[in-house]
């Protein structure tokens, strides 16, 4: 959202969930990487493009 506190999230079954993050304590970067090594696809002008999830631990 505009004010950084919910995020929505759909899926296969088409099932769209709004998850409450205003409590969230990470960082949107730590946010980011941990997103990185869990979700196998990345943005790239409007396009989910396929890619490896990113499994370094650092």
Known sequence: SSD???VITTSRDRTVKIWDI???T???QE???LV???VPFRLNDG???PTRPNIEIK
Do not use: F, M, N
Request: no cysteine; glycine share 0%; proline share 6%.
């Open 31 to 33: 946010i980011s990487k």
């Open 22 to 24: 205003s409590s969230e």
């Open 4 to 6: 950084s506190r919910q």
């Open 26 to 28: 990470r960082s949107p």
């Open 47 to 49: 396009l989910l493009i």
């Open 36 to 38: 990185s090594r869990l």
